[in-house]
């Protein structure tokens, strides 16, 4: 298919003019007036049955892992659902509602006027084009040009502990990944070749430089500096945390504790790369992020979803997921040897959690096998074992209503059946 070269230059410039205008003045997303409310479907054919996914031979599954890709992410807010219909009944430019909503966005999390946000079709999408838009700046040859680097900076440097298959993102800009572990190496790895520094979040813990010090150590060398906290919400302040730290960029996934779209992220930061960052992504063509499309419906779904989260009593919702797993427990633990313990992970996934152990003497289960046979029964029920941990570990943000009485009884019967 022969591409309209002079269709997506004049796209892409109309872009640049709307970000610039935005650069000078913020827009509001949409004015207060004009609700449109969504219309009764009737179902017919596939989907009539009420679970298309039966229909189709796929078993649903009761989710006691959480907010995890591979299961779908979050369940939608009702809120949110008539939202993204409303958005899917309409036609707008894209460019344009990408820069407004990240606008609306910035002023929802109360950032000063110098940051601004982009809705991605994920958190991993985030961190490839605000990369991206670091590299290329505006420049639409460089842009065009990626992951060939030839002119631009090439090097980014990375604590050896933050290293994930998630750097993949980083990784396919073209640029070298430079591994430290000390404060002394990091500087000796600095050149006229860095383009930016980046930290995972989740991996705080592990490397010797923390989330404060490596933003500082950015600043030192006026290198652009990226955080990806793509599961770290709650605690709701995550959502600022960070760029009042300073970090120029920071990724969050939105399909997670935020129950936004599950293909939806946030890419948050200085105003510049954010406004890069789009330039180097969907709807532009001829541009490493277009096969990352995301929709009028994510977009605004992601505002809305936000809004929810920001209202939420977040407190309140970790007593109630906590009253979930204490039920469980409660129940389980009448099984002879079955013992429970009770943890919050500090960063990432941050919600209560519980613990499920046994003697393996009096009941013949290893996780592994109690994992699987979870997974295999009628209601399916997925529950994580190992990370290195004993037992079997669960929460419970994920569960919808009467599921924690399920995942009860089937635990239950199931230690039972292997009492020796």
Known sequence: MRINSKWNRRGFLATAGAIAGTLLSPRKL??????????????????????????????????CEGTMTELGGSLPHPELEAVMATAGRHFVSIPELEVAAGNRIAQMLKLSDAYSALVTSGAAA??????AGILTGSDEALIRQLPDLTGMKSEVIIQKSHRNPFDHQLRSTGVKLVE????????????????MMHFTNFANAAGQIKVDEWVKLAKQ????CMNDAAADTPPVSHLWDYTNMGYDLVTFSGGKAIRGPQCAGLLIGRRELVANALLNNSPHEDTIGRSQKVGKEEILGM???????LAEDHDALAQEWQGRLELISNEITKVGSV???FFVPDIANHVPHMRITWDESRISLTPQEAAKLLREAKPSIAISHGEGRPGLSM?????????????????????REHMT
């Open 30 to 63: 949409f004015s207060s007036n004009g609700k449109v409310a969504a219309k009764g479907v009737s179902v017919t054919g596939f989907g009539s049955t009420g679970n298309p996914y039966e229909e189709l031979g796929v078993t649903t599954l009761i989710n």
């Open 303 to 309: 505002v809305k979803a936000l809004d929810l989260f």
């Open 395 to 415: 929460n419970s943000f994920m569960l919808q209503p009467g599921e924690d009485k399920i995942v009860a009884t089937q635990l239950s019967k199931l230690f």
């Open 180 to 195: 430290i572990e000390t404060v002394d190496e990091l500087r000796a790895a600095v050149n006229e070749r860095t383009a």
């Open 221 to 224: 060398y006026n290198i652009p």
């Open 339 to 341: 013992r429970t313990s």
């Open 126 to 131: 985030a961190i490839q084009s605000g990369l």
